[in-house]
């Protein structure tokens, strides 16, 4: 059995975590709010594969405290990559390896610029799941992980494989690493950007509103296309297929029910989101290879300013400044 250190244990790195707990490695979870609950009660998971309860869990304050392990799996949002480094070096050794559970693009290269990139994975969880009361979780549908290596060594991505797969989660191996991050964009970008750019909504309105599902299926399209254009420009033979994409991600996300994605509740609960990650790096990817991606790139834009407006850094509109003497449409010629 494997010693763990999950670093971010919210809803998924909680969830995978606690799998393989329950299948007996020494899973270790660094945790903040739900720590002194956890400690005291355990980790509850309510999951359409069958519930289940850790009276006993491994919860840590620091990473200090959970120590060197064999495997680090980062879960951390986004938002966070400039803490990584501090919070999952602790807990590093000579054999250690370490998985990026996070999404967006561009996440394994910090990794690797810290750490012996040949120890560096990446994992995509396409999985409906969020948090509920402290010390639980509830595991909605899917759980698939779609895994890669840095370097695409197959013999060390065999290596995660064996090691989710012991913990009972179902495991996909994509073609490389960087083909995974591009199919998982394909549902990230559209229904995250969606959610927060139609002012916090879920995703059957996404799915069952004519405009709003055409929007979907341009930004999947954009993904797509500067998707392949890095796998070319990489070297890379592995391509993402449109005609079976879309119509899958369109059909997996219409069993979801009214499904809340992480950025609309990051977005409603005020916090930063991981716009930059899921839609400001492969904007940034596309210009740099030339290409014209006019859905992503608006998605991106409205995204970002409305995380500002949400947070309070961006000013907005009030009634009491519409009430004020500069009041829109305000008319002064005569006869008005």
């Known amino acids: 059995m494997a010693t763990i250190a999950v670093i971010g244990a919210g ?3 909680g969830y995978y975590g606690a799998r393989l707990a329950q299948r007996g490695h020494d899973v ?11 400690r005291e009660h355990g980790l509850r998971v309510f999951s359409r ?9 491994s919860a840590c304050g620091s990473p ?5 392990v064999d495997w680090v799996i980062c879960s951390l949002k986004a938002t966070a990559i400039d803490a990584a480094q501090g919070l999952v070096t602790p807990c590093v050794g000579p054999q250690t390896r370490i998985i990026a559970l996070m999404n967006g693009l561009g996440i394994e290269e910090r990794f690797a610029s810290w750490l012996d990139p040949s120890r560096v994975f990446g994992g995509m969880a396409f999985v409906c799941i969020n948090r509920g009361e402290p010390g639980v979780i509830h595991h909605l549908d899917y759980g698939r992980v779609s ?8 013999a060390e991505t065999t290596l995660l494989r064996d090691l989710l797969e012991s913990g009972g989660v179902e495991v996909a191996v994509a073609p490389n690493l960087r083909h995974a991050r591009w ?6 970008v559209p229904f995250n950007g969606l959610s927060v750019a139609g002012g916090g909504i879920g995703t059957q309105t996404i799915v069952t509103g004519a405009e709003l599902r055409a929007i979907a299926e341009a930004a999947m399209r954009d993904v797509i296309t500067v998707g392949n254009a890095d796998l070319a420009a990489l070297a890379s033979t592995a391509r993402l297929d449109a005609a079976e994409i879309i119509p899958r991600m ?3 996300t219409e069993t979801m029910g009214d499904y809340r994605t992480s950025m609309v509740i990051d977005y409603v609960l005020g916090r930063e989101l991981e716009v930059e990650a899921i839609l400001g790096n492969p904007v940034r990817r596309a210009r740099e290879l030339g290409l014209e991606t006019p859905t992503m790139a608006a998605l991106y834009a409205l995204v970002r300013h409305a995380g500002r407006v949400r947070r309070g850094l961006q000013p907005v509109f009030t009634p009491d400044v519409l009430a004020g003497p500069h009041r829109l449409f305000e008319k002064t010629q005569p006869g008005s």
């Open 49 to 57: 594969d069958g519930d289940f309860q850790l009276p006993t869990v």
């Open 250 to 252: 369109f059909a997996l």
């Open 147 to 154: 895994i890669g290596h840095f370097r695409d060594d197959p």
């Open 11 to 13: 809803a998924v790195g």
């Open 64 to 68: 200090e405290e959970i120590g060197t």
């Open 183 to 188: 199919e998982k964009l394909c549902w990230n």
């Open 28 to 38: 270790r979870l660094l945790m903040r709010k739900d720590l002194a609950v956890v």
